[in-house]
């Protein structure tokens, strides 16, 4: 089954790319997504970025590198987030404004990419250019490109660093007991990094390995609604009310940072040795980077959103010249109704060993890492 899936130096990287037209990596192929490019449009023409709710640190980021990029690129930027509440509705409302008001290209990071194709039909009538951003968007033919670090390869990494960090931090060998938490159901990488992860775990559950105490291994027994910190908490502390009286439980497969940190709280507030239960995370967020110096938190993703939004910028440019943008995948993500032509970044994997390298042209990250010695 196909599946879906600082300033200056993010300006630096916006710069290079930008003039460059490539992010790096081979070129696999030109987009084939079914229309021709854009006969290409004014060189100031205005850019539609809607973003969800800032519930994590790197959409903040975004929006001010998309501002920042898009206007350093000679575009007219409209850079929107929707709200805590109604996001859904705002988001909506939002993408619709933008096509009214003239915007050539929309680039859109999806509350939820299933909702969304009332508004990408009224798109294609105007012949906007639709651009998901990190987060796929769904059943619709009218979403024309894909950019993204590749999520797959994030949950394969996030399974192998909880095979690492059990080996090296629990003090005993196999089995060991696990549970496991996946994303929003309503983002389409909740899914993407899950089965990732358990193409890694799955083969060590079905020999013994692993150990899934509570037996909760579907997706939508693992799925923690709106990535809320709280709603992994309270699962975290059910299922150690419920499991782990008297069992040890080794570790937990977390598929971003703000889940680990709340998931690492239960564990501490549970009574629970920390320095020998393994957390794995997402996003670099700099009170997990802070965790993981301090020996809790085993490891995160390093996905670096300076690149990601560069390379939209140089999708936008391509599309602005009339020409098709690069991309590097025509085959896995199948949105339902298409296969959406992607370009997809590398992440890493970052544990307390390899944190300053990962972060050397972080200088707010190696602060961090520097200072913990």
């Known amino acids: 089954m196909k599946r879906f899936a600082l300033a200056a ?15 790096g ?20 023409a205005k850019i539609g970025v809607a973003l969800p709710d800032k519930t994590s640190e790197n959409w903040v980021l975004a929006g001010g590198l998309f501002e920042d990029g898009l206007k350093e690129a000679g575009f007219s930027a409209d850079v929107q987030y929707a709200p805590a509440t109604n996001t ?18 929309i680039v ?33 033919p009218n979403v024309d490109y894909y950019v993204a670090f590749d999520n797959f390869k994030v949950g394969e990494l996030q399974g192998q660093a909880l095979l690492d960090g059990l080996e090296a931090r629990s003090g005993h060998g196999a089995p060991w007991n696990i549970e496991l938490f996946s994303g929003s159901p309503d983002d389409a990488n909740s899914a993407v990094f899950f089965d990732g992860a358990m193409n890694v775990l799955q083969p060590k559950i079905d020999d013994g390995t692993l ?40 570790g937990a497969l977390s598929p971003n940072d703000t889940l680990a940190r709340a998931i690492i709280t239960s564990v501490k ?29 085993y490891s995160t993703i390093n996905k670096d959103t300076s690149l990601l939004v560069a390379q ?56 961090i890492v520097n200072a913990a010695g």
């Open 9 to 23: 130096t993010a300006m630096a990287a916006i710069a290079v790319l930008t003039l460059t037209g490539c992010s």
């Open 211 to 250: 150990k899934v105490v509570s037996g909760q291994t579907d997706i939508q027994q693992t799925a923690t609604q709106g990535w809320e910190a709280e709603n992994a908490q309270s699962r975290m502390d059910s299922l150690l009310a419920a499991n782990y009286t008297s069992e040890t439980i080794d």
């Open 108 to 140: 859109i990071g999806a509350k939820d990419g299933k909702q969304l194709g009332t508004q990408l039909q009224q798109a294609a009538d105007a012949g906007v250019k639709i651009i998901a951003y990190d987060r796929l968007i769904e059943n619709t």
């Open 312 to 367: 939209t910028i140089t999708m936008i440019k391509s599309l602005q010249a009339g020409e098709e943008p690069e991309v590097n995948d025509t085959e896995q993500y199948d949105n339902g109704v298409k296969v959406v032509p992607a370009y997809l970044l590398p992440p890493v994997i970052v544990t307390k060993e390899n944190a300053a390298e990962a972060y050397k042209n972080n200088p707010n990250l190696l602060d």
């Open 88 to 105: 859904v509705a705002e988001q909506q409302n939002q993408i619709s404004s933008m096509i009214t008001n003239g915007a050539k290209v």
């Open 269 to 297: 507030q549970a009574g629970k040795d920390i320095s020998k239960f393994t957390v794995t995370g997402q996003d670099s967020e700099a009170e997990s980077v802070k965790s993981i110096m301090a020996g809790e938190q």
């Open 25 to 44: 990596g081979d070129r696999a192929g030109t987009a084939a997504s079914g229309d021709a490019a854009a006969a290409g449009f004014a060189a100031d």
